[in-house]
């Protein structure tokens, strides 16, 4: 994914892309403000706008003095619109009263769309040609008037008369057109600056921070590219039809709305505003909807197209740095969760945030997170992802391969019927206490073989609890240590009919306590976040009943924060041996390094 450079070379780009716009001798042809229909002119279009789609753009900018900014907001606004709703455009009216709040909100000063000619092409336009020139034509026809009055010349100085007149009424409107022209061009120079001020020239800083401050080392451009990578329709079209996810957020807002109600609540990197609108349909009293991305101008069309702009207040910047209107709020919700739930490391401003806003007593939802690592045995996953450089059409590219010292994790959906160990806990995070420098963490492990197999990889995932009360935020040990799977001591994994029963929910959610959760694990219905697999250099043949016995190691890279580097040290253990002592060199540990980019 492309990212915007702020280099000087950059701004230097960004230049050139703004003299392309205004150089082009043909104008691009522009788009009709609610279908997909092109003109030439801006003043053919908006003719159409008004005939066909009923809102007459030039008499409501005539009407409500709309200035040259709130008209680049007017077209970016609706076009904004359109992309959040296809049916947009179909609607019956469109109207504005003067008193929307996208008027004054240099937001929908960027261009809604890339190029739009339109916007550069409304100094074309000119409200009050009519008044103009029935205001220079009167001054003519008072001039020769005045002129028949006064002179009782010939026919020959009549008619020279007559044309002196008409030539300076002409003059006197070419004037006033090149002061127009000049007052629009100063305004376009004008919003060329401020669109780069605010859009092309706010630099991360990040990286003049203390480095020590709670362990987070901020790297120039990485958070640039971060935030820029939320701000495309794809993803979050993905993160919200991941139904798991989504709806896990809005049974636990909707089912415990007496929680919401009239209560402050905060959401951090919110996205599209779902959580936000979630929270406030919960009856919330205000909602903080914090995003840096540019996906939050989208946010706030969607806020106000479902009339919630009363409750919720949309706030562009990183929480570390901005200030909120209000000293504590009551609740911070926040989807922060990335691939083995700490890559990207956003849990780590979910935490500045609840340091710096959560009232005491305050709850954060989720409000507490788990890592588990199990094992699978998948020969064709093996062929696929790491033998498959091994043959190409009758070529090898062993170069292609893994490395064997630091090795690519790899984030894929893992079969249930590919699980073929028990599943053991190596993080617990309780969201109310955890500080980021705790987030990267080294834990013991001991696993199960449940079937005879060939283990193949480790495969990570990651659940999360919802709780009412901080308190208690999340179940207890013996529910969390209980197995992936019903039944799982009474058959094998991935049996057609004597197999496992996966669950869609973690296990260990408690109705009567209304403490919820859900599962990313391969027992589950898969999500976007999927399993984090780490493919051993030398598969384990083991035996049911045999034991894995190892620790894992995951902490923040030291060059980007945002990706993690793990260690995986472990030894087979024979079913019967784990408590006999091994003669010397007979358990051979092996440690192996993975990169999760």
Same mark, same amino acid.
Request: aromatic share 10%.
């Given at each position: 994914? +492309?990212?915007?450079?702020? +280099?000087?070379?950059?701004l230097?780009?960004q230049?050139?892309?703004?003299?392309?716009?205004?150089?082009?001798?043909?104008?691009?042809?522009?788009?009709?403000?609610?279908?997909?229909? #092109?003109?030439?002119?801006?003043?053919?279009?908006?003719?159409?706008?008004?005939?066909?789609?009923?809102?007459?753009?030039?008499? #409501?900018?005539s009407?409500?003095?709309?200035?040259?900014?709130q008209?680049?907001?007017?077209?970016?606004? /609706?076009?904004?619109?359109?992309?959040?709703?296809?049916?947009?455009?179909?609607?019956?009216?469109?109207?504005? $009263?003067?008193?929307?709040?996208?008027?004054?909100?240099?937001?929908?000063l960027?261009?809604?769309?890339?190029?739009?000619?339109?916007?550069?092409?409304?100094?074309?336009?000119?409200? $009050?040609?009519?008044?103009?020139?029935?205001?220079?034509s009167?001054?003519?026809?008072?001039?020769?008037?005045?002129? &028949?009055?006064?002179?009782?010349?010939?026919? &020959?100085?009549?008619?020279?008369?007559?044309?002196?007149?008409?030539?300076?009424?002409?003059?006197?409107?070419?004037?006033?057109?090149?002061?127009?022209?000049?007052?629009?061009?100063?305004?376009?120079?004008?919003?060329?600056?401020?669109?780069?001020?605010?859009?092309? $020239?706010?630099?991360?800083?990040?990286?003049?921070?203390?480095?020590?401050?709670?362990?987070?080392?901020?790297?120039?451009?990485?958070?640039?590219?971060?935030?820029n990578?939320?701000?495309?329709?794809?993803?979050?079209?993905?993160?919200?039809?991941?139904?798991?996810?989504?709806?896990?957020?809005?049974?636990? /807002?909707?089912?415990? &709305?007496?929680?919401?109600?009239?209560?402050?609540?905060?959401?951090?990197?919110?996205?599209?505003g779902?959580?936000?609108?979630?929270?406030?349909?919960?009856?919330?009293?205000?909602?903080?909807?914090?995003d840096? +991305?540019?996906?939050?101008?989208?946010?706030?069309?969607?806020?106000?197209?479902?009339?919630?702009?009363?409750?919720?207040?949309?706030?562009?910047?990183?929480?570390?740095?901005?200030?909120?209107?209000?000293?504590?709020?009551?609740?911070?919700?926040?989807?922060?969760?990335g691939?083995?739930?700490?890559f990207?490391?956003?849990?780590?401003?979910?935490?500045?945030?609840?340091?710096?806003?959560?009232?005491?007593?305050?709850?954060l939802?989720?409000?507490?997170?788990?890592?588990?690592?199990?094992? /699978?045995?998948?020969?064709?996953?093996?062929?696929?992802?790491?033998?498959?450089?091994?043959?190409?059409?009758?070529?090898?590219?062993?170069?292609?391969?893994?490395?064997?010292?630091?090795?690519?994790?790899?984030?894929?959906?893992?079969?249930?019927?590919?699980?073929?160990?028990?599943?053991?806990?190596?993080?617990?995070? $309780?969201?109310?206490?955890?500080?980021?420098? #705790?987030?990267?963490f080294t834990s013991?492990?001991?696993?199960?073989a449940?079937?005879?197999?060939? @283990?193949?990889?480790f495969?990570?995932?990651?659940?999360?609890?919802?709780?009412?009360?901080?308190?208690?935020?999340?179940?207890?040990?013996?529910?969390?240590?209980?197995?992936?799977?019903?039944?799982?001591?009474?058959?094998?994994?991935?049996g057609?009919?004597?197999?496992?029963?996966?669950?869609?929910?973690?296990?260990? &959610?408690?109705?009567?306590?209304?403490?919820?959760?859900?599962?990313?694990g391969?027992?589950?219905?898969?999500?976007?976040?999927?399993?984090?697999?780490?493919?051993?250099?030398?598969? @384990?043949?083991?035996?049911?009943?045999?034991?894995?016995?190892?620790?894992?190691?995951?902490?923040?890279?030291?060059?980007?924060?945002?990706?993690?580097?793990?260690?995986?040290?472990?030894?087979?253990?024979?079913?019967?041996?784990?408590?006999?002592?091994?003669?010397?060199?007979?358990?051979?540990?092996?440690?192996?390094?993975?990169?999760?980019?």
């Open positions: 994914m +492309s990212t915007i450079s702020y +280099s000087e070379s950059g230097d780009s230049d050139e892309r703004w003299d392309d716009w205004e150089g082009d001798e043909m104008m691009a042809p522009m788009k009709c403000l609610f279908c997909s229909e #092109t003109f030439q002119n801006p003043t053919t279009l908006f003719s159409h706008v008004k005939t066909t789609h009923g809102f007459d753009f030039m008499k #409501t900018r009407e409500l003095g709309l200035d040259f900014y008209s680049m907001r007017v077209v970016n606004y /609706i076009r904004m619109m359109g992309l959040s709703d296809p049916k947009f455009g179909s609607m019956s009216s469109f109207s504005i $009263d003067g008193s929307e709040a996208f008027l004054n909100d240099d937001g929908f960027k261009p809604a769309i890339p190029d739009d000619s339109l916007l550069y092409a409304l100094d074309e336009l000119d409200l $009050d040609d009519d008044e103009h020139v029935s205001e220079a009167s001054h003519a026809d008072n001039t020769i008037a005045a002129t &028949k009055g006064a002179e009782t010349t010939t026919a &020959k100085d009549e008619k020279e008369s007559k044309l002196m007149a008409r030539i300076q009424a002409l003059e006197q409107q070419v004037g006033m057109r090149e002061r127009e022209i000049k007052f629009i061009a100063e305004q376009f120079d004008d919003y060329k600056a401020l669109v780069k001020r605010q859009f092309f $020239d706010s630099v991360d800083t990040a990286s003049d921070t203390n480095s020590d401050a709670e362990g987070i080392k901020a790297v120039a451009g990485t958070s640039d590219y971060y935030f990578s939320y701000a495309s329709n794809d993803i979050h079209m993905q993160m919200l039809q991941d139904k798991v996810r989504t709806e896990g957020y809005r049974d636990f /807002i909707y089912d415990n &709305k007496d929680v919401f109600k009239d209560k402050v609540v905060l959401d951090v990197g919110c996205g599209t779902i959580l936000s609108m979630f929270a406030a349909r919960a009856g919330a009293a205000k909602v903080f909807a914090v840096n +991305s540019e996906i939050i101008h989208k946010a706030q069309a969607n806020v106000i197209e479902n009339k919630l702009d009363g409750v919720i207040t949309l706030v562009k910047g990183k929480i570390e740095e901005l200030e909120l209107p209000v000293e504590k709020v009551d609740i911070i919700i926040s989807e922060w969760m691939y083995f739930l700490l990207e490391a956003m849990l780590d401003s979910v935490l500045v945030a609840r340091d710096r806003y959560l009232a005491p007593g305050g709850l939802a989720p409000s507490a997170s788990y890592i588990y690592l199990t094992a /699978i045995s998948d020969e064709d996953y093996l062929n696929d992802k790491v033998n498959y450089w091994s043959n190409v059409y009758g070529f090898q590219m062993s170069a292609m391969k893994p490395s064997v010292t630091i090795k690519e994790a790899d984030v894929d959906v893992v079969s249930s019927a590919s699980v073929v160990a028990s599943r053991a806990l190596v993080a617990e995070i $309780d969201h109310g206490s955890a500080t980021p420098a #705790t987030l990267d013991p492990f001991v696993l199960t449940t079937s005879n197999a060939t @283990i193949h990889a495969a990570g995932y990651f659940d999360v609890a919802f709780s009412r009360n901080q308190a208690t935020p999340g179940p207890s040990r013996e529910d969390l240590n209980r197995p992936a799977y019903e039944n799982a001591d009474d058959c094998s994994p991935g057609p009919a004597i197999g496992p029963k996966p669950t869609a929910k973690a296990l260990w &959610k408690q109705p009567e306590s209304s403490m919820g959760g859900f599962t990313t391969p027992h589950g219905i898969p999500t976007h976040w999927r399993q984090t697999i780490f493919v051993l250099r030398d598969p @384990i043949k083991a035996a049911k009943g045999d034991e894995v016995h190892g620790q894992i190691s995951c902490k923040k890279n030291a060059e980007n924060p945002r990706e993690l580097d793990l260690e995986i040290t472990y030894s087979h253990i024979p079913l019967g041996t784990s408590n006999q002592p091994s003669p010397a060199g007979e358990t051979v540990k092996i440690c192996e390094r993975y990169q999760l980019r």
